[in-house]
């Protein structure tokens, strides 16, 4: 049984087996590459609407974030950021430290989403985020400790120390190693750009508040592309673009390497 399975490992791990897997992946990653070449056109071809304005299906628009205060959507209101303490819709908070070697880990790392309005002068419109590509750069808030900091004096910010005594994180004057705390949040006011599909809000018949019938949020059919971006569509698309390049030039590159290696292994055998 041992020999039979050891045969099979090393006829997986063989080279023909090798060029022949990256070979197969260099043509799968070549047309995900037109993939994402065709989802920048879309987005490129789809116009800026105005909320009021939203029609059905595919759509994009501009707005400000205002808080969700509807009762029969599920997940509304809002959430208080772990570290700041910030009021949100958003947020993402992570403590990294520095560990043996000096390579930075992940200690701590929370991130929550509820249902929120986006505003702009014509109405509003209610967005689901489940299933959303976050575009989110900004750091609304960072601290960084050091191993001086027990002889400088400077004493770590109360929302951090508070942080850590909920956590059971230490991060007292003598911890060993540095800590580097981050958070991400969206908060009512900030500005957002959204790429998805408007379709009719489910919630509008169980609400006890005037709601806008139509609602953002990621295709069941069809067109599934869902964005929720603070820095745009340009930064979209230019990061679409560059991934396209990647996939599609390095995905042919593979394969023709590999198919190379294949004809030279052929050749020899």
């Given at each position: 049984m041992y020999s039979?399975?050891?045969?099979?490992?090393?006829?997986?791990?063989?080279?023909?087996?090798?060029?022949?897997?990256?070979?197969?992946?260099?043509?799968?990653?070549?047309?995900?590459?037109?993939?994402?070449?065709q989802r920048k056109r879309l987005i490129e071809n789809t116009p800026t609407s105005k909320i009021r304005s939203i029609a059905m299906g595919f759509a994009e628009v501009r707005g400000?974030?205002?808080?969700?205060?509807?009762?029969?959507?599920?997940?509304?209101?809002?959430?208080?950021?772990?570290?700041?303490?910030a009021k949100c819709v958003y947020y993402d908070a992570k403590v990294e430290e520095i560990g043996?070697?000096?390579?930075?880990?992940?200690?701590?790392?929370?991130?929550?989403?509820?249902?929120?309005?986006?505003?702009?002068?014509?109405?509003?419109?209610?967005?689901d985020p489940k299933g959303a590509t976050l575009d989110i750069i900004?750091?609304?808030?960072?601290?960084?400790?050091?191993r001086t900091d027990s002889i400088s004096g400077r004493k770590m910010p109360k929302n951090c120390s508070d942080f850590c005594a909920?956590?059971?994180?230490?991060?007292?004057?003598?911890?060993?190693?540095?800590?580097?705390?981050?958070e991400r949040y969206l908060a009512p006011g900030d500005s957002l750009y959204i790429l998805g599909t408007a379709m009719k809000n489910p919630y509008i018949h169980s609400s006890k508040v005037k709601s806008d019938a139509v609602m953002m949020a990621k295709g069941i059919r069809?067109?599934?592309?869902?964005?929720?971006?603070?820095?745009?569509?340009?930064?979209?698309?230019?990061k679409l673009h560059h991934s396209a390049l990647i996939?599609?030039?390095?995905?042919?590159?593979?394969?023709?390497a590999c198919l190379f290696l294949l004809v030279c292994i052929g050749f020899y055998i």
């Open positions: 039979v399975l050891g045969m099979l490992v090393a006829n997986l791990l063989s080279p023909f087996s090798i060029f022949s897997y990256g070979f197969v992946f260099g043509i799968f990653a070549f047309f995900e590459g037109f993939r994402l070449l400000k974030i205002s808080v969700c205060t509807d009762a029969a959507v599920e997940k509304s209101g809002f959430l208080k950021s772990p570290i700041s303490g043996l070697g000096g390579i930075w880990e992940t200690t701590y790392h929370r991130t929550d989403i509820v249902h929120f309005n986006v505003s702009d002068k014509t109405g509003t419109v209610l967005v900004r750091k609304d808030f960072y601290y960084e400790t050091d909920r956590n059971r994180i230490h991060c007292g004057p003598f911890s060993a190693y540095p800590k580097y705390f981050t069809g067109e599934k592309t869902f964005y929720i971006s603070e820095s745009g569509e340009k930064n979209i698309l230019s996939w599609v030039f390095g995905g042919a590159a593979l394969s023709v």
